[in-house]
Every structure is written in C-alpha cells, then in structure tokens.
Nanobody, 123 residues
Framework: QVQLVESGGGLVQTGGSLRLSCAAS????????MGWFRQAPGKEREFVAA????????SYADSVKGRFTISRDNDKNTVYLQMNSLKAEDTAIYYC????????????????WGQGTQATVSS
C-alpha cells in the first residue's frame, strides 16, 4: 500500500513557475514508477510526466516537454514536478501516481493516486 500526498500548487501568472511535490509513505518507494497527471475542468485526466524507480528513465507529454522536469529523491520518498514557462492551458488539478509496472503513460496502469493539487495560471 502506498499513500501519496501532493503539495505546491497555487496561482501564478503566465510565464511563471511552480514546483509540485508528492510525498509517499509505504514500503519500497524506489520500486515504483512515479507519474504526474493533470485534469482540467470538463476534460479527461492526461499524462504529464513519469520517472522510473531509479530515476534513469523519464518521459514527458509533448505539451510540456522542455518546460517541465520530473525528478525524485528516493531517500526522501518524494517525487517532484518543476513547471516553468507556465501557460494558461496548464491550469488543472495535478495528481501524482505510483505504478508497479514499467514506465508508462497509461492512467489505468497506476495503482495509487494522491488527492491532487490545484495549479492555476492566469493570463
């Protein structure tokens, strides 16, 4: 069992930055692929980024590539999402999730989810 708690969301202007954190409790954090997803009002939840257990493999959605960076600290059981050059279309609830499978973008592949943190980008 893994419990995930996100933090770091907020209100920022276009072009600004936010750093999201996701603290995990439970066993074997480093054995899980960690992902970030987001959901805007009226839209489906979509993949943002994922990182393998060792941190050696990272994957990004095309819409955030070059602006967002996913990282993890296995000693602190925490995964991060650094978001730079934010746009209005990045406004969403951001969720972190854990998967015991290979690095994946598929929502159903993630067994554990946090409660989400709101990020709002004003133009």
């Amino acid at each position: 069992q893994v419990q995930l708690v996100e933090s770091g969301g907020g209100l920022v202007q276009t072009g600004g930055s936010l750093r999201l954190s996701c603290a995990a409790s439970g066993r074997s954090f480093r054995s899980y692929v960690m992902g970030w997803f987001r959901q805007a009002p009226g839209k489906e939840r979509e993949f943002v980024a994922a990182i393998s257990g060792s941190g050696g493999i990272r994957s990004y959605a095309d819409s955030v590539k070059g602006r967002f960076t996913i990282s993890r600290d296995n000693d602190k059981n925490t995964v991060y999402l650094q978001m730079n050059s934010l746009k209005a279309e990045d406004t969403a609830i951001y969720y972190c999730a854990a998967s015991a499978r290979a690095t994946t973008r598929a929502v159903p592949s993630y067994e554990y989810w946090g409660q989400g943190t709101q990020a709002t980008v004003s133009s």
